[in-house]
């Protein structure tokens, strides 16, 4: 079992940095491939990074692809999201997920078993 609660999210204005923390309890976290998702009011939920079990590789899709920086630190059981020139549009509510099967983080919400409770991003124009 494994417990994820997110942080840091906030209010920042367009253009303006933000970063999300995803801290875990229980001792396999470190096998475990982390995702990011947002969900913004009225949509579907959305990947928006990955990264593997051991931290080596990472998956953007394009809509913030060099903008936002996922890491982690299995030492601290902390996956980091840093999220720089933020736009309106990136306001949601931003949710880590870990699979506990394989090694590499998956695009879909589905293939996730544990969920943190969310964090919202709040980007004013």
């Known amino acids: 079992q494994v417990q994820l609660v997110e942080s840091g999210g906030g209010l920042v204005q367009a253009g303006g940095s933000l970063r999300l923390s995803c801290a875990a309890s229980?001792?396999?976290?470190?096998?475990?491939?982390i995702g990011w998702f947002r969900q913004a009011p009225g949509k579907e939920r959305e990947f928006v990074a990955g990264?593997?079990?051991?931290?080596?590789?990472?998956y953007y899709p394009d809509s913030v692809k060099g903008r936002f920086t996922i890491s982690r630190d299995n030492a601290k059981n902390t996956v980091y999201l840093q999220m720089n020139s933020l736009k309106p549009e990136d306001t949601a509510v931003y949710y880590c997920?870990?699979?506990?099967?394989?090694?590499?983080?998956?695009?879909?919400?589905?293939?996730?078993?544990?969920w943190g409770q969310g964090t919202q991003v709040t980007v004013s124009s």
């Open positions: 997920a870990g699979r506990s099967g394989g090694s590499s983080p998956k695009a879909a919400p589905t293939d996730y078993d544990y």
């Open positions: 229980g001792r396999t976290f470190s096998s475990y491939p």
């Open positions: 990264i593997s079990a051991g931290g080596r590789f990472t």
